[in-house]
Antibody
Framework: EVQLVESGGGLVQPGGSLRLSCAAS????????MNWVRQAPGKGLEWVSY????????YYADSVKGRITISRDNAKNSLYLQVNSLTVEDTAVYYC?????????????WGQGTLVTVSS | EIVLTQSPATLSLSPGERATLSCRAS??????VAWYQQKPGQAPRLLIH???NRATGVPARFSGSGSGTDFALTISSLEPEDFAVYYC??????????FGQGTKLE
């Protein structure tokens, strides 16, 4: 069974930083591209970042570019998201999601999410 | 940048009725559209991929259609557990992924 478990969320002050983690199991992690998707309270889904299976290719949404770094450790079956210079607009549940299909077109498995709250 | 627009924002129906949700892309995305269901407090669940293919375990009452810029998700006969928020998602060169704003089925 595919499992994705996020951790690392919490309450942080504006301007602070967090490192989110996603532990993967039940599949060959190194064969799949991965993504982070976030959802602000009461709002819709927002794609944040993508990383290829090898980690060589990364993409970031314009709204977070320059403040966020996605990475992965295939030996540890883990995905990470480093978020810096946090603002209240970054308050959201952050999901990791596995990409699958031709051109990694669909997100077929999601974690339960980790809540990041930015507040003074 | 490709933008997805879903309609209606809210759809009010009763169990047993047929639901049709729409998703329009600002430019062609071929058939690279997926649909997700999200219930309160839960992560999104993949329902449909590549416009019309049901994901594993998804009931046959869910179907998807469309190509290019116009897509639809149809639920043939609503069950009580189908009342949720539905999102469409596209895959393209840029942004790599984007979602519609969602349709609440109530």
């Amino acid at each position: 069974e595919v499992q994705l478990v996020e951790s690392g969320g919490g309450l942080v002050q504006p301007g602070g930083s967090l490192r989110l983690s996603c532990a993967a199991s039940g599949f060959t992690f190194s064969s799949y591209s991965m993504n982070w998707v976030r959802q602000a309270p009461g709002k819709g889904l927002e794609w944040v970042s993508y990383i290829s299976s090898t980690g060589r290719t990364t993409y970031y949404a314009d709204s977070v570019k320059g403040r966020i770094t996605i990475s992965r450790d295939n030996a540890k079956n883990s995905l990470y998201l480093q978020v810096n210079s946090l603002t209240v607009e970054d308050t959201a549940v952050y999901y990791c999601a596995r990409a699958n299909g031709y051109s990694s077109s669909r997100l077929d498995n999601w974690g339960q999410g980790t809540l990041v709250t930015v507040s003074s | 940048e490709i933008v997805l627009t879903q309609s209606p924002a809210t759809l009010s129906l009763s169990p047993g009725e047929r639901a049709t949700l729409s998703c329009r892309a600002s430019q062609s995305v071929g058939r690279y559209v997926a649909w997700y269901q999200q219930k309160p407090g839960q992560a999104p669940r993949l329902l449909i991929h590549d416009a019309s293919n049901r994901a594993t375990g998804v009931p046959a009452r869910f179907s998807g259609s469309g190509s290019g810029t116009d897509f639809a998700l149809t639920i043939s006969s609503l069950e009580p557990e189908d009342f949720a928020v539905y999102y469409c998602q596209q895959r393209s060169d840029w942004p790599p992924y984007s979602f519609g704003q969602g349709t609440k089925l109530e």
